[in-house]
DNA sequence: AATCCGGGGCC
DNA sequence: GGCCCAGGATT
């Protein structure tokens, strides 16, 4: 006999005493929806605490969906920096100024799935948040929670119509109806913090009674998913050119691919073999050490070479080594000047160390 | 359905 | 070193 269907009033009397307090979320007042859409974006494929502190400048710096629609793009790229999938920032340029254009937020499914960048996920998610309408948004929370709830033993992603049939069920039932904001939030605090994908606390879960893997064992086995395939390597070289005032040369890269229009050091392209690296202007390399950066589906060699110029070229921005950058630049950005400024910086695997680098890490150690 | 798209924290 | 994260767009 299978458990009864989990309540939802029982999940929303846990949420209330137990949810997690964030910036985006409004307890005293009614939801922003700037607020619901801008944190939404963020949190695609992105962790909370990682999106805070990104979500707190956005809303300093543009307190309104005009003003953001109103800024520079460059100046919103810059805030996004670092925080990846930089897609999601020229998405969310282009929906700003289709919302601002149009003077009120869109309230409904459809014309919300129509803007860039938002999804069946995030229109659901906004349309249940901000406008409480009744709908259960799937997320890899409530994957998760869905799948330990019936047991679901098929493989994602094939489970994905199951597991949405299912979750369905779950918010299918009054007191979510009375309250599909919170519903929905509920089960992303239930996946964050007691349904986790590893050793969740299910004695301390107010649907244990009726989770069917709990009560089968399995729950931190479930969902499954279905293998990987293996994450090649790609190679190229990046060049560090560093004028007497200190400055440095970048690069816009095109607005769309891999690190869409994000700024970078002038290089090679990234090949599965080393491709032949030129440098851009005759000087006085030193060689920077190798980088290694873990992309989504490939996994990047860069090999950085460093110089000093009296002028950086005129084809390339110039600008002061702090601008905001991606982190894989960032990272080849101070290891370039950390090899110019005669710190330690690469070469650890490459094994030949000068005289005063051996020094260095004699003391360091 | 499969690929491309970042970055970071955790085990 | 692999997994996961409040996924979307493209093919």
């Known amino acids: 006999m299978n458990p009864a269907l989990p309540s939802a009033a029982a999940l929303l009397r846990w949420y209330r005493a137990h949810r997690r307090a964030l910036p985006w979320r409004a307890t005293d007042r009614s939801p922003n929806p700037y607020h619901v859409w801008l944190s939404e974006i963020m949190l695609q494929q992105t ?14 710096r543009f307190p309104t969906i005009e003003t953001l629609a109103n800024a520079p793009d460059n100046d919103i ?9 930089y897609a999601r920032a020229r998405n969310l340029i282009a929906c700003a100024r289709a919302i601002a254009a149009t003077g009120r937020f869109p309230d409904t499914l459809d014309s919300l799935r129509a803007l860039p960048g ?5 229109a659901a998610a906004i349309g249940a948040i901000a406008f409480n309408l009744p709908i259960v948004p799937i997320d890899g929370n409530v994957e998760r929670v869905t799948a330990r709830i019936f047991a679901i033993q098929t493989p994602l992603p094939a489970a994905k119509p199951a597991i949405a049939a299912a979750a369905a069920r779950l ?10 904001g919170d519903f929905v939030q509920a089960l992303f605090d239930l996946g964050a913090t007691i349904c986790t994908p590893r050793n969740p ?4 879960c107010p649907w244990q009674s009726s989770c069917t893997a709990h009560a089968e064992g399995i729950a931190p086995t479930l969902p499954r998913k279905t293998p990987k395939s293996p994450r090649p390597i790609r190679y190229g070289t990046a060049f560090l050119l560093r004028d007497p005032t200190g400055a440095i040369a970048l690069r816009r890269r095109p607005p769309t691919g891999l690190l869409g229009s994000m700024l970078e050091l002038p290089g090679t392209a990234w090949e599965p073999t080393k491709p032949a690296a030129p440098p851009p202007t005759q000087a006085n390399w030193h060689d920077a050490g190798t980088i290694t950066h873990i992309f989504t589906h490939f996994e990047l060699h860069l090999h950085i070479m460093a110089a000093t110029t009296p002028h950086l070229p005129p084809t390339l921005q110039h600008a002061p080594p702090t601008t905001p950058l991606p982190s894989l630049m960032r990272k080849a950005v101070e290891a370039g000047i950390a090899c110019l400024d005669g710190r330690s910086g690469g070469r650890k695997e490459q094994g030949k160390k000068t005289s005063f680098l051996k020094k260095r890490s004699k003391k360091l150690l």
Do not use: D, E, K, M
């Not at 918010?171 to 599909?180: E, M, R």
């Open 201 to 204: 606390s299910c004695l301390l």
């Open 77 to 85: 790229l810059a805030l996004w920096a670092g925080l990846g999938y």
């Open 171 to 180: 918010g299918n039932q009054p007191a979510a109806h009375a309250a599909p």
């Open 47 to 60: 962790v909370v605490a990682t999106v805070i502190p990104y979500f707190n400048r956005f809303i300093t």
């Open 118 to 122: 938002i999804g069946p996920y995030t």
